[in-house]
T-cell receptor, first 115, second 115 residues
Framework: AQSVAQPEDQVNVAEGNPLTVKCTYS??????LFWYVQYPNRGLQFLLK??????LVKGSYGFEAEFNKSQTSFHLKKPSALVSDSALYFC?????????????FGSGTQLTVLP | ETGVTQTPRHLVMGMTNKKSLKCEQHLGHNAMYWYKQSAKKPLELMFVYNFKEQTENNSVPSRFSPECPNSSHLFLHLHTLQPEDSALYLCASSQDRDTYNSPLHFGNGTRLTVT
């Protein structure tokens, strides 16, 4: 079975500082990895994905994520946080084999950027 | 503006009521999904439709009944719900169920309260 872990329920960072939101995964096979963001009273918005190729993936709003196969991680990063980045962030994984075709989401990390 | 529209945004219903949630996507996608989002819990996949055919029902109680008349529209019919069914119900679409690198596009959800 595939699974995703977001070990931190809450991350606080000061505006202008770099931010990291952690994600680790467990799958059988090659993973497709995604990050989504959810603002209050909104649905999830797609930020970026890793399918294959370069381990560093760039996405919307200045976010990027680094795929690390040996550590089975896909941490979300941004060099300089903005107050407007405060939201709920979800990591998700899917594989192309077996019956585990659908996205499996992590439990989410609430990011708060302090002015 | 999201390409997936959900109505209503908020719904309060009694346990004996019958109501329906509506979802419409304008993205030309062929797969549509219902998710349930409860506080402090991972997103729960409820139903998947691919080219109008239901392909997954993740052990959802029969008081939830989906309907997909075409690839652009998805309904969730509700009857005799329980208070624990109160949650944010999210609709999503994707290119199709089996294009694994295709991200999901979410609507803004219907906040359901069962009294």
């Amino acid at each position: 079975a595939q699974s995703v872990a977001q070990p931190e329920d809450q991350v606080n960072v000061a505006e202008g500082n770099p931010l990291t939101v952690k994600c680790t995964y467990s799958v059988s096979g090659n993973p497709y990895l995604f990050w989504y963001v959810q603002y209050p009273n909104r649905g999830l918005q797609f930020l970026l994905k890793y399918i294959t190729g370069d381990n560093l993936v760039k996405g919307s709003y200045g976010f990027e994520a680094e795929f690390n196969k040996s550590q089975t991680s896909f941490h979300l990063k941004k060099p300089s946080a903005l107050v407007s980045d405060s939201a709920l962030y979800f990591c998700a994984v899917r594989v192309q084999t077996g019956s585990a075709r659908q996205l499996t989401f992590g439990s989410g990390t609430q990011l708060t950027v302090l002015p | 503006e999201t390409g997936v529209t959900q109505t209503p945004r908020h719904l309060v219903m009694g346990m004996t009521n019958k109501k329906s949630l509506k979802c419409e996507q304008h993205l030309g996608h062929n797969a549509m999904y219902w998710y349930k989002q409860s506080a402090k819990k991972p997103l729960e996949l409820m139903f998947v439709y691919n080219f109008k055919e239901q392909t997954e029902n993740n052990s959802v109680p029969s008081r939830f009944s989906p309907e997909c008349p075409n690839s652009s529209h998805l309904f969730l019919h509700l009857h005799t719900l329980q208070p624990e069914d109160s949650a944010l119900y999210l609709c999503a679409s994707s290119q199709d169920r089996d294009t694994y690198n295709s991200p999901l596009h979410f609507g803004n959800g219907t906040r359901l309260t069962v009294t």
